[in-house]
């Protein structure tokens, strides 16, 4: 499955658990927007930590940064060149 993919179907989910069932774009913000939480961004890094390997104790905890699909796979890729 496409690492967006994997994405959208795991902010789909939290969306979900608020009755939030409205579509999403790749660039349409959920946090800064109030769709999502600050709880539900605890909830994000985990996933993203099981999933995808990232440290957010090493790399630090930006929200900002998990605002997009776009913004989450970037920061996934950067993690992974870093890695490398």
Same mark, same amino acid.
């Given at each position: ?12 989910t939290?969306? #979900?658990?608020?009755?939030?069932? !409205?579509?999403?774009? %790749? ?5 800064? @927007?109030?769709?999502?939480? $600050? ?17 957010? #104790?090493?790399?630090?905890?930006d !929200?900002?940064?998990? %605002? ?5 796979? @970037?920061?996934?890729?950067? $993690? ?5």
């Open positions: 499955m496409e690492r967006k993919e994997v994405i959208r179907k795991f902010l789909q939290l969306l #979900a658990h608020k009755s939030d069932a !409205q579509p999403f774009a %790749d660039d349409g913000s959920l946090f800064l @927007s109030g769709r999502l939480q $600050s709880v539900d961004a605890v909830a994000l890094a985990v996933f993203l930590e099981e999933k995808f390997g990232l440290d957010f #104790a090493e790399m630090g905890f !929200q900002e940064r998990l %605002d997009t699909v776009n913004d989450i796979a @970037s920061l996934i890729e950067e $993690s992974s060149n870093s890695r490398q």
